[in-house]
């Protein structure tokens, strides 16, 4: 069974830095890409970042760029996503996501496999 289980939200002030890891399980996501989502309620899911498992190709939202870092163990199967200099408007649920190779990545219907969500609020 595939499993992708987000960890490390919680509540920070404006200007703090938390680091979001996705454990993943159950297969190999060799050549995919693990993507970071977040949703904050009554919006739409936005695209925050995303990595290639291989080569460690890393794209970025124009929302987090110079904020946010996206990095992977291989050896623990684990994505993180290092998040700095928050704002009260990156509050949201974030979502680890992987889509294989092709498709575009600020899609979140390419996305196969989805984690369950944590939780990240800045107050200001």
């Known amino acids: 069974q595939v499993q992708l289980v987000e960890s490390g939200g919680g509540l920070v002030q404006a200007g703090g830095s938390l680091r979001l890891s996705c454990a993943t399980s159950?297969?190999?996501?060799?050549?995919?890409?693990m993507g970071w989502f977040r949703q904050a309620p009554g919006k739409d899911r936005e695209f925050v970042a995303a990595s290639n498992w291989g080569d460690g190709i890393t794209y970025y939202g124009d929302s987090v760029k110079g904020r946010f870092t996206v990095s992977r163990d291989n050896a623990k199967n684990t994505v993180y996503l290092q998040m700095n200099s928050l704002k009260p408007e990156d509050t949201a649920v974030y979502y680890c996501?992987?889509?294989?190779?092709?498709?575009?990545?600020?899609?979140?219907?390419?996305?196969?496999?989805w984690g369950q969500g944590t939780q990240v609020t800045v107050s200001s």
């Open positions: 159950g297969r190999t996501f060799s050549g995919y890409f």
């Open positions: 996501a992987a889509v294989p190779p092709g498709f575009r990545l600020t899609i979140a219907s390419n996305y196969l496999y």
